[in-house]
T-cell receptor, first 115, second 116 residues
Framework: AQSVSQHNHHVILSEAASLELGCNYS??????LFWYVQYPGQHLQLLLK??????LVKGIKGFEAEFIKSKFSFNLRKPSVQWSDTAEYFC?????????????FGKGTHLIIQP | EPEVTQTPSHQVTQMGQEVILRCVPI?????FYWYRQILGQKVEFLVS????????KSEIFDDQFSVERPDGSNFTLKIRSTKLEDSAMYFC??????????????FGPGTRLTVL
């Protein structure tokens, strides 16, 4: 069965610090990979996605993620965080084979940025 | 920008009662999904729906649950006889296509279901 593991459940950083959130997945096949963000009081929004091609993908608000197939990883990075990045971050995966494939989510990382 | 909407935002019900959660997906999307998130736990996939039938469902989606697209715009999740453990946030999502680049799922704001 597929699964997603996010290593850090709570992360506290100061503004301007660099961020890396870990995500590893287990899936028997070709995958699509996603990072979603949930700001306080808001719904899930897509930060970035990987379908194929360049394993380094860039998303909104300066976020990027690198797909390392050999490590089954899709870590999220941002070189300099801002207070407004305080949110819950979810890594998710589904199969790339087509069909209405549901997403498998990780447990999420609660990120707090201190001014 | 088009978005997925859900009603109600909060539903309180008594154990054993039936509830219907409503969603309006983005208008040109063809694939629809329901997820739930029990407080403090991960978001879990329940069911996907395409071409007026269930495409895929998880172990959670047992006989107590059903989905329907009663008209051209609404997508509903019915829980026939609610249990305490059904208390959760329920998210609806939709996507334009099933594979490749357009597989992005857009989420609604959620309905918080509280079963007493």
């Amino acid at each position: 069965a597929q699964s997603v593991s996010q290593h850090n459940h709570h992360v506290i950083l100061s503004e301007a610090a660099s961020l890396e959130l870990g995500c590893n997945y287990s899936y028997g096949g070709t995958v699509n990979l996603f990072w979603y963000v949930q700001y306080p009081g808001q719904h899930l929004q897509l930060l970035l996605k990987y379908f194929s091609g360049d394993p380094l993908v860039k998303g909104i608000k300066g976020f990027e993620a690198e797909f390392i197939k050999s490590k089954f990883s899709f870590n999220l990075r941002k070189p300099s965080v801002q207070w407004s990045d305080t949110a819950e971050y979810f890594c998710a995966v589904n199969g790339a084979g087509g069909g209405a494939d549901g997403l498998t989510f990780g447990k999420g990382t609660h990120l707090i940025i201190q001014p | 920008e088009p978005e997925v909407t859900q009603t109600p935002s909060h539903q309180v019900t008594q154990m054993g009662q039936e509830v219907i959660l409503r969603c309006v997906p983005i208008s040109n999307h063809l694939y629809f999904y329901w997820y739930r998130q029990i407080l403090g736990q991960k978001v879990e996939f329940l069911v996907s729906f395409y071409n007026n039938e269930i495409s895929e469902k998880s172990e959670i989606f047992d006989d107590q649950f059903s989905v329907e697209r009663p008209d051209g715009s609404n997508f509903t999740l019915k829980i026939r006889s609610t249990k305490l453990e059904d208390s959760a946030m329920y998210f609806c999502a939709s996507s334009e296509a099933s594979g490749g680049y357009y597989n992005e799922q857009f989420f609604g704001p959620g309905t918080r279901l509280t079963v007493l």
